[in-house]
């Protein structure tokens, strides 16, 4: 990594002096990080297991194969990154290279020293305030340290491929990778805030997670149409469509498209995001007596906020049964045997299917 000078962005932005990542971690995100760093110890550890999936080999293999931003290569990339790091007044800049690619991606690796790749797909697919909010999305990412989810999920993913034959063994690890993929997707939500904070644009933030979603054909799209399809999504049908989002979200180390835009745009309107650029934001200096139990709390409240406000069906039937709704029962067999909403329990007495509408 280089050093970073006194240069200012390259348009006037909002600076953030010793901002703490616990301004813009998502709950979830920010209960597991409070934690793994309260742990004495764990960085060595981690360190040790990231040799396990050769992080140096990597940093090497990107430096003998890809193009390493500077002044005279990439020199706008290079400058966007720099601002990322002054907004959020990181010391250090992370390097950026751009890989020969066509598939549309940016990753954050490496525990000590991070570095961030984009593929050159990403940067013929965005503009350049669009490009602004992705880079500081993986300066938020090296910032957070969440490179240990991912050395994580990659060490427990390979132990998982190994032992597959051990039945008891094996489920263990993969519940344990189960979690760690939703603290990712709750990371990539983070990170989402952060690259918001580093280029203060929230349309070129919502554009930007668009058009990974759609291409490249701007003209043919729209942001508030994207954000009803969001909408749509969220309390698109009945128990069955909720079970299946479930179960087609449960293997992601992403939130789907629609979901980060939607988060996205209802953070930036909140209370957190006013406060940071008002400068009223938790300071690094703070970070060491950040009590763990208060972030899990936190965390929880999230949750059960999530499904007290969700729209979604299934969320809906969690709310009955947690406050104990003598309906949940028939509103699983009508869901799952095709019986009519509007149609009979049986109390009718002609014991009717429904209409299957």
Known sequence: MTDTTAKTPSR??????????????????????????????????????????????????????????????????????????????????????????????????????????????????????????????????????HAVYRTMLLILTNIAARIAWVPLGNLAIMAIVTALKEW??????????????????????????????????????????????????????????????LLQVLPQSHPFAVVRVAQLKKWAEGEEYRSILAGAYPRRTDDSETSVGDQWKAAADHYTTTVKESKDPLMGLIRDVAGGAATVGGKLRDTFTGASRNGSNGSNGNGSNGDGS
């Not at 940093?59 to 002054?86: C, I, N, W």
């Not at 066509?102 to 593929?119: L, S, Y």
């Not at 668009?210 to 490249?216: C, Q, S, T, V």
């Not at 954000?227 to 299946?244: I, W």
Request: hydrophobic fraction near 45%.
């Open 184 to 245: 990712f997707r709750k990371a990539e939500l983070s990170s989402d805030r952060a690259g918001l904070l580093a280029g203060q644009d929230l349309q070129a933030s919502m554009r930007a997670l668009m058009k990974l979603a759609g291409g490249h054909n701007l003209a043919e799209m729209n942001v508030d149409a994207f954000l009803e399809q969001a909408e749509e999504y969220e309390k698109a049908g009945d128990l069955r469509d909720g079970v299946l989002k």
């Open 12 to 145: 006037r932005r909002q600076r953030f002096p010793e901002i703490s990542t616990r301004a813009w971690e998502h709950p979830a995100d920010r209960s597991a990080l409070v934690a793994l760093r309260k742990l004495t110890g764990f960085d060595d550890v981690l360190r040790k297991l990231a040799g396990l999936v050769s992080e140096r080999s990597i940093r090497l293999m990107f430096l003998a194969t890809a193009v390493k931003t500077s002044e005279r290569q990439f020199p706008e990339l290079h400058g966007m990154v720099r601002d990322a790091a002054y907004v959020l007044d990181l010391e250090q800049v992370p390097d950026l290279y751009v890989t020969q690619d066509p598939a549309v991606n940016a990753f954050c690796i490496g525990i000590d020293t991070p570095i961030i790749v984009v593929t050159s797909g990403l940067v013929e697919l965005l503009d350049e305030e669009e490009l602004r909010s992705v880079i500081g999305h993986e300066v938020g990412h090296a910032m957070s340290g």
